[in-house]
C-alpha cells in the first residue's frame, strides 16, 4: 500500500507492507535514523516521536496509521545549528550516558514541557515513567529538563 | 479492527493474533467524547486514556476512573490507547473493565442491523471474549449518575505500569446513613473481570462501617478465583483481594460524604 506521512514537515510518500511499524518507517527515510527501535514492546520509550504533538511510541502504531498525520522526530530538535534547550539542557546536567533512551526522553521532555512549561520534580517523573534508562541516570535526565524548564522560561517564548 | 493498538499490536508481534485485515477507526473522532446526556456520562468508545484521567466531568462524578488511569501504563501509551479498546480486549488484569462493572455501565454496540445495548456483566463472555459479534462495533460507554455516588479504584503492581497483581475497583451510592447500593468488581483474580455480587449484596442497606468494609472484603476474597502466576501465589492474591476491597471501600465512602456534605 501506499502512504504519506508527514515527519518532520515533510511529506514521506513510500510504499510499504500494511504491516510495517512506524518506528520502522522512520528509521528507513535516509537521515532519520535518530528514533530508537529498543524492546518492541512498548515499554522503553526510545522510539517515543511525537504524533500531531503528543508522543507515542512508535514500535506500537502501525507507519498506515499515521498516514494524514503529523510526525515529529528528534532530528527536527535542532534548528540551524542551535539546539533545542532540552537537548542543551542533557548537555549540560549529564542527561545521557549511553544514549540509546534519549531520543525517546527528548521528545517526551519536549511534548511535557510544551504542555507544561514549569513542572516539578514529580510531574517530570511522572511524564517519563514510559521510558526507561538502564544507564540509570534518571536524576541528572530529570535535572535536564528542569534545566531546559527555566532557560526556556528566560528566554523568548518559542514559536 | 485497530483503535490505540496497544494491546491488539504486541499480541500480533507475539503471533496471539494473526489477522488477516485490519480495520483503523482512529478516524472515527466523532466517537471521543465524554459528556453528560440523560442522567447518564457517556463516554465515547475511542476517548483515550489520557482524556479520561484529565476529564472535569469523570472527575466530579466518578473519580475511580482517575484513580485507575494513574496506574494504567504510562503516560505515552495512555496517550494512545482508548476505553473502547481496554474492554473490547476483555483482558481479566485490565483495569478499566473493574471501573465500569462497578459503576454498572452499560456499553453500545452498533452492527448493521442497529445498536444494542449490553450491560456490563453480560459483556463480558470469558477470557479476551465479549458479547460483541463480528461485524459489531463498540461505540459508547454509558455510567448512570445518582445520588450519593462515592467510587475509588486500589491496585498493587510489581512495578509502575504493570498489570495488576490484584485490582479492585469500588462504588457506592449512600442514602442518609445507608448504603443504597454498591457496585465491586476485581481485576486480575479469574478468567474475566470479577463481579463480587455476594459482596455487593451484603452491603446493600448497611451502615459504612470498617467492620462491614472488612467482611465485605472477606466475602470478594473467598469469591474470586485467583491463579497462582509469576505475580504471586494464590493465598496472596486472596489477601489482596480483601485489603483493596476495604481500601477501595473505605476511600469511595469518604468521597461518598464529601460529595453529600
Given at each position: 500500500m501506499q502512504v504519506t506521512i508527514s515527519i518532520n514537515g515533510e511529506p514521506i510518500i513510500r510504499e510499504i507492507e500494511?504491516?510495517?511499524?512506524l518506528v520502522h518507517f522512520i528509521r528507513d527515510t535516509?537521515?532519520?535514523?535518530?528514533?530508537h527501535w529498543g524492546c518492541d514492546t512498548s515499554n522503553c520509550g526510545a522510539c517515543v516521536v511525537q504524533m500531531d504533538g503528543l508522543p507515542v511510541k512508535s514500535c506500537t502504531v502501525l507507519a498506515a496509521m499515521a498516514e494524514g498525520h503529523e510526525i515529529r522526530t528528534v532530528?527536527?530538535?535542532?534548528?540551524d545549528g542551535v539546539l533545542d534547550p532540552v537537548q542543551q539542557g542533557f548537555h549540560e546536567e549529564h542527561?545521557?550516558?549511553?544514549?540509546?533512551c534519549t531520543p525517546g526522553m527528548l521528545m517526551t521532555a519536549r511534548a511535557l514541557l510544551d504542555a507544561n512549561p514549569n513542572p516539578s520534580e514529580e510531574e517530570i517523573r511522572t511524564a517519563i515513567s514510559g521510558a526507561i534508562c538502564r544507564c540509570t541516570g534518571y536524576s541528572n535526565i530529570v535535572r535536564a529538563i528542569r534545566w531546559a524548564a527555566e532557560h526556556e522560561s528566560a528566554a523568548a517564548p518559542r514559536s | 479492527m485497530i483503535a490505540g493498538g496497544h494491546s491488539l499490536l504486541p499480541m500480533m508481534k507475539l503471533r496471539l493474533a494473526n489477522p488477516e485485515l485490519l480495520v483503523d477507526i482512529n478516524d472515527l473522532e466523532h466517537l471521543g467524547y465524554i459528556r453528560e446526556q440523560d442522567g447518564q456520562v457517556r463516554i465515547g468508545a475511542l476517548t483515550r486514556h489520557y482524556e479520561l484521567l484529565e476529564s472535569e466531568l469523570l472527575g466530579r462524578h466518578f473519580p475511580v476512573f482517575a484513580d485507575a488511569e494513574r496506574v494504567i501504563a504510562d503516560p505515552v501509551v495512555r496517550n494512545r490507547g482508548t476505553i473502547g479498546g481496554s474492554l473490547a480486549q476483555a483482558?481479566?488484569?485490565?483495569?478499566l473493565s473493574a471501573v465500569c462493572s462497578a459503576l454498572r455501565a452499560e456499553v453500545v454496540i452498533a452492527g448493521s442491523g442497529g445498536e444494542r445495548v449490553v450491560s456490563m456483566e453480560d459483556f463480558h463472555v470469558g477470557p479476551y471474549t465479549t458479547a460483541i459479534q463480528d461485524a459489531e462495533l463498540l461505540i459508547e460507554i454509558r455510567i448512570p449518575v445518582r445520588a450519593g455516588a462515592g467510587s475509588a479504584h486500589e491496585k498493587v503492581e510489581r512495578r509502575a505500569g504493570d498489570w495488576a497483581i490484584v485490582a479492585v475497583s469500588g462504588a457506592l451510592w449512600l442514602n442518609g446513613g445507608t448504603i443504597a447500593d454498591a457496585g465491586l468488581a476485581l481485576s486480575?483474580?479469574?478468567?474475566?473481570?470479577?463481579?463480587a455480587t455476594r459482596a455487593e449484596d451484603h452491603l446493600r442497606g448497611k451502615a459504612p462501617s470498617e467492620e462491614l468494609f472488612a467482611e465485605a472484603g472477606a466475602i470478594a476474597a473467598e469469591d474470586c478465583r485467583p491463579t497462582a502466576d509469576g505475580r504471586g501465589p494464590v493465598d496472596y492474591k486472596r489477601h489482596l483481594a480483601g485489603e483493596l476491597t476495604r481500601r477501595a471501600l473505605r476511600r469511595a465512602t469518604e468521597r461518598a460524604r464529601g460529595q453529600e456534605g
Open positions: 500494511p504491516a510495517l511499524l535516509p537521515g532519520l535514523t535518530g528514533t532530528e527536527s530538535l535542532e534548528v542527561g545521557l550516558q549511553c544514549g540509546f | 483482558d481479566a488484569a485490565e483495569d486480575a483474580v479469574g478468567p474475566t473481570t470479577i463481579h
